[in-house]
Structure formats: structure tokens, C-alpha cells
T-cell receptor
């Protein structure tokens, strides 16, 4: 199993540009989520999905969209990038929505918005 | 609302010395508690987790953590630190609702002196 994969690893955008961060998992996990990591703030939940076709907002959803058309993929879209979205983005998955399940993390995407 | 506090932003220990990283949580119901480690440029890896039962849990890489309900704490310990343990450590609480998300602390950066 490849686990949770994310592309790209690094990205530089100009303010106002849009882009999609890709996330895929091959473990048939129902639950997937996106976090952003900023210095001194830990990881904050952006959006999550409890299954194909079902998404919901986390703590910091503004400026981001998600969709879940398949179990495997959970892309994160930045509609109009802003410097405040400079961050490291992590995708994660777990088998079900049960709290006890281990959450597996991808390697991250480092995004810089100029 | 739930929260996790890691009071130490940075900790430096000598190789071979013992380690304790502090974590305090605030959550009204039974907590599901996790410790994750993040090596530079990497995603997060689960060290250990607590759901119920024995309050002293063993994890990977020789780490252990003790759940103390009376103190709302879940401190991470290791008897003898290795240089390869240098990383950032995150405590997290799994909560009900909101997709049963993880709420993370802000992390503790561990430096190991040789």
C-alpha cells in the first residue's frame, strides 16, 4: 500500500491564482480530512469527509473547497489564493469515522502564496 | 469546546537522558488521546493512543504515556532519549461530533544534544 499520497510536494502561487492540492489513499478508508499546519498553531482542520459524496467544514474552511467523488480521492481547491494561505497542508485518512481509529497522514504540501 | 495544551514549545535534552513531554486536555466526555511525532519535512506518525483501560500505554520507539483523569493530562515519556528522537511532538484529542475530528496541541519541538 502506498498509504496517503499528496501532490505536489511544493507549490508557489501568486495572489489570486487558483489551484488544487491532490490527495489519494489506497486503504479503502471512509474518513478523509485536510489540515493546515502553521508555526505555533499546530494542525487545524479545514474540511473533512465521512464518505464519498459527503463533505463538511472544519475549523478554518474559508477560501477552500473540497469534493469527494470517490473513496480514494479528496482534492482541496484554493479558489483565489491569498498570502494568509501560505502553510503546510496535510491530508489524512482513517478507516471509519470512529474516534478510536488511527489517522494516517500524507507527507504534506508546502504552499507559498506571494 | 475541546482543547489541548502543550505548555513547552521547545525542550532540549541530552542523549541518554529521560524525557517527559506534557499534554493537558479539556474535554467534557471520555477522551480519546493520541501522541504523534513529526520528523522534519515529514508527515505525522502515530506513537501511541489511549481509549480506555490501563492508564499507562506503550507505544512505538520506546515511548509511553500515562493518562491521569484527575489532572486532565496525558504526558509522554521515554526513559533514554536517542539522537534520532529529535522531532516535533503533537498531542491530540479525538472528539465526538464534527466528524469525530482530532484536535491538536501546538506541538513541542525536541532537540537532542549529543
Amino acid at each position: 500500500n502506498a498509504g496517503v499520497t499528496q501532490t505536489p510536494k511544493f507549490q508557489v502561487l501568486k495572489t489570486g491564482q487558483s489551484m488544487t492540492l491532490q490527495c489519494a489513499q489506497d486503504m479503502n478508508h471512509e474518513y478523509m480530512s485536510w489540515y493546515r499546519q502553521d508555526p505555533g498553531m499546530g494542525l487545524r482542520l479545514i474540511h473533512y469527509s465521512v464518505g464519498a459524496g459527503i463533505t463538511d467544514q472544519g475549523e478554518v474552511p474559508n477560501g477552500y473547497n473540497v469534493s469527494r467523488s470517490t473513496t480514494e480521492d479528496f482534492p482541496l481547491r484554493l479558489l483565489s489564493a491569498a498570502p494568509s494561505q501560505t502553510s503546510v497542508y496535510f491530508c489524512a485518512s482513517r478507516r471509519t469515522r470512529e474516534r478510536s481509529n488511527e489517522q494516517f497522514f500524507g507527507p504534506g504540501t508546502r504552499l507559498t502564496v506571494l | 469546546a475541546q482543547s489541548v495544551t502543550q505548555p513547552d514549545i521547545h525542550i532540549t535534552v541530552s542523549e541518554g537522558a529521560s524525557l517527559e513531554l506534557r499534554c493537558n486536555y479539556s474535554y467534557g466526555a471520555t477522551p480519546y488521546l493520541f501522541w504523534y511525532v513529526q520528523s522534519p519535512g515529514q508527515g505525522l506518525q502515530l506513537l501511541l493512543k489511549y481509549f480506555s483501560g490501563d492508564t499507562l500505554v506503550q507505544g512505538i520507539k520506546g515511548f509511553e504515556a500515562e493518562f491521569k483523569r484527575s489532572q486532565s493530562s496525558f504526558n509522554l515519556r521515554k526513559p533514554s532519549v536517542h539522537w534520532s528522537d529529535a522531532a516535533e511532538y503533537f498531542c491530540a484529542v479525538g472528539v465526538t461530533g464534527g466528524g469525530n475530528k482530532l484536535t491538536f496541541g501546538t506541538g513541542t519541538q525536541l532537540k537532542v544534544e549529543l
